[in-house]
C-alpha cells in the first residue's frame, strides 16, 4: 500500500480535481435541496458557492469548538503511514451525535481552511466512511470525521458573532426538521429574509449567497418587499448586501430597478460609491446612465475613471461624445477609462471616435490603447461573422 503523505504533499493536481468534482456535486446537491424545500425552481446554479445553508444541511456533524491541536499527526500501525489531522475540544453540538472526547478529524479539499491554536471555530464535518476519497482508505476506523471547508468557508467566533452564527445555523437545523416542503419553504423565505439584515456581515453574506443559489425559487418573493425595501435604502445595510439585494430583486422582477440603481448611484458616498459605480455597469438604463455622466466631471478623477468605463454598455450611442471628450483630460488613467467605455459601447460612432484617438491623439500611449482597442473589436466581429457564416452552412441543405 502506498504511504499517505503529508498534507502539502496530498495537494496533487488529482486531488484539486477531485475536491472541484465534490464541489460541483455539492452545488447540486443544494439546488436539489431548495428545490425540495422552496417549490419548484429552474435555472443553473454557481458551482463553488458555499454557504452557511448548504454546510448546514450537508453535514452529518455541526459543532461550536476550540482548536486544542490544529497540525497533530495520525501515526497508524506501519509507521510509513501518517495523516495530518485536527483535535479539537467541542464546545456544543449544534447537529448530529458525537461520542464523549476529543474532536479529531481530518481536512480534505484544495486550500482547506486553516486554524489556530486556541480559537474557536464552527466545524462542518462528515464522517469519514462516508467521503468518496476516504472510503477504501485504512484511515476508515482511526479517524471518524472529515471537514471539506475551505479557506472561504472557515469560521471564526467569538463574543461580537457567536450568538448571531449558532443562531443561524440552529434554523436551518430546524427547518430540515419541518414536515412538509410547504412549511420548509416558508421557514426558509423568513430566516433568509431575517439574516440578510445580520449585523454580522458573514451571516448576510451567506443569506444572499442562498438567494443567488436558489435561482427561480420562490426564496423571496412580492409578499417580502415590506421587509426588502428599507433594507435595500438603508445606508446602515453593507453596500454589498444592497448591490447584490438588488441585482436579484430586478432578476425576479420585483421591483422597478433602474430608478433604484439610479438612487443608490446618487446617494451612496466615499468608498462605497465605487462598487456602486462598478455594479451598475451590469445594469444600464436611461437612469443610469444620467447618474454616470454627471459622475464624467467630479473632482474625485478616479470615480470619474470608474463612471467612464461603466459607461461602456454595448449600444450605449449617448456615452460616446463625453467619453471621447475625456481622451483629453489631463489624467491618464481617465483617458485610458474613456477608451475601455468606448470599446464596450462598439457602435460605428464608438469605433470613430477610438478611430481619431488612434491616428491623431497627441499622447503616443492613448494611440496604442485606442489601436489596440479597435483591433479586438475587429476580431471580435471576425468571430461573429465565422460563426454565423458557420450556421448559415449547417442550415443550408
Known amino acids: 500500500m502506498r504511504p499517505i503523505a503529508s498534507r502539502p504533499q496530498r495537494r496533487s493536481a488529482a486531488l484539486r480535481r477531485a475536491a472541484a468534482a465534490g464541489r460541483a456535486a455539492g452545488a447540486s446537491a443544494l439546488l436539489a435541496?431548495?428545490?425540495?424545500?422552496?417549490?419548484?425552481?429552474?435555472?443553473?446554479?454557481?458551482?463553488?458557492?458555499?454557504?452557511?445553508?448548504?454546510?448546514?444541511?450537508?453535514?452529518?456533524?455541526?459543532?461550536?469548538?476550540?482548536?486544542?491541536?490544529?497540525?497533530?499527526?495520525?501515526?497508524l500501525e506501519d509507521q510509513r503511514l501518517r495523516e495530518a489531522l485536527v483535535i479539537a475540544e467541542v464546545l456544543e453540538v449544534l447537529k448530529g451525535t458525537l461520542a464523549e472526547g476529543p474532536l479529531r478529524f481530518l481536512q480534505h479539499g484544495h486550500g482547506v481552511a486553516t486554524y489556530e491554536k486556541g480559537e474557536e471555530v464552527a466545524l462542518f464535518l462528515q464522517r469519514t466512511e462516508r467521503v468518496p476519497e476516504f472510503q477504501r482508505s485504512p484511515l476508515v476506523?482511526?479517524?471518524?470525521?472529515?471537514?471539506?471547508?475551505?479557506?472561504?468557508?472557515?469560521f471564526p467566533l467569538g463574543p461580537d458573532n457567536r450568538a448571531t452564527f449558532v443562531a443561524a445555523v440552529r434554523a436551518y437545523v430546524a427547518i430540515a426538521e419541518l414536515p412538509d416542503s410547504e412549511a420548509r419553504s416558508d421557514a426558509l423565505r423568513r430566516i433568509t429574509i431575517e439574516l440578510l439584515a445580520s449585523p454580522d456581515p458573514t451571516v448576510a453574506r451567506s443569506a444572499l449567497g442562498d438567494v443567488v443559489l436558489a435561482r427561480d425559487a420562490p426564496i423571496l418573493t412580492a409578499e417580502d418587499l415590506p421587509l426588502l425595501v428599507?433594507?435595500?435604502?438603508?445606508?446602515?445595510?453593507?453596500?454589498?448586501?444592497?448591490?447584490?439585494?438588488?441585482?436579484?430583486?430586478?432578476?425576479?422582477?420585483?421591483?422597478?430597478?433602474?430608478?433604484?440603481?439610479?438612487?443608490?448611484?446618487?446617494?451612496?458616498?466615499?468608498?462605497?460609491?465605487?462598487?456602486v459605480v462598478r455594479a451598475v455597469a451590469a445594469h444600464p438604463s436611461a437612469p443610469v446612465n444620467a447618474e454616470l455622466l454627471a459622475l464624467l466631471a467630479s473632482d474625485d478623477r478616479q470615480l470619474a475613471a470608474a463612471s467612464a468605463v461603466s459607461l461602456g454598455a454595448p449600444g450605449n450611442d449617448a456615452a460616446v461624445a463625453p467619453l471621447a471628450k475625456l481622451l483629453g483630460d489631463?489624467?491618464?488613467?481617465?483617458?485610458?477609462?474613456?477608451?475601455?467605455?468606448?470599446?464596450?459601447?462598439?457602435?460605428?460612432?464608438?469605433?470613430?471616435?477610438?478611430?481619431?484617438?488612434?491616428?491623431?491623439?497627441?499622447?503616443?500611449?492613448?494611440?496604442?490603447?485606442?489601436?489596440?482597442?479597435?483591433?479586438?473589436?475587429?476580431?471580435?466581429e471576425a468571430q461573429v461573422q465565422r460563426g454565423e457564416k458557420a450556421k448559415s452552412e449547417t442550415r443550408s441543405p
Not at 141 to 154: A, I, K, T
Open 141 to 154: 476506523g482511526h479517524v471518524d470525521w472529515v471537514s471539506l471547508q475551505e479557506s472561504d468557508s472557515r
Open 33 to 75: 435541496l431548495l428545490v425540495a424545500s422552496a417549490g419548484p425552481a429552474g435555472g443553473h446554479i454557481a458551482v463553488g458557492t458555499t454557504t452557511i445553508h448548504f454546510l448546514t444541511t450537508t453535514s452529518e456533524l455541526v459543532v461550536r469548538a476550540r482548536i486544542v491541536d490544529p497540525d497533530a499527526l495520525l501515526v
Open 330 to 380: 489631463e489624467q491618464e488613467r481617465v483617458r485610458m477609462a474613456a477608451i475601455r467605455g468606448l470599446g464596450r459601447i462598439a457602435t460605428p460612432k464608438a469605433k470613430q471616435a477610438l478611430a481619431e484617438a488612434a491616428e491623431s491623439h497627441p499622447d503616443p500611449r492613448i494611440r496604442r490603447r485606442a489601436a489596440a482597442e479597435l483591433a479586438i473589436l475587429g476580431r471580435r
Open 230 to 275: 428599507p433594507l435595500l435604502e438603508s445606508a446602515e445595510t453593507p453596500i454589498g448586501i444592497r448591490v447584490g439585494l438588488l441585482a436579484e430583486l430586478e432578476r425576479r422582477g420585483l421591483v422597478d430597478a433602474p430608478p433604484r440603481w439610479a438612487k443608490l448611484l446618487r446617494t451612496t458616498t466615499g468608498s462605497n460609491r465605487f462598487a
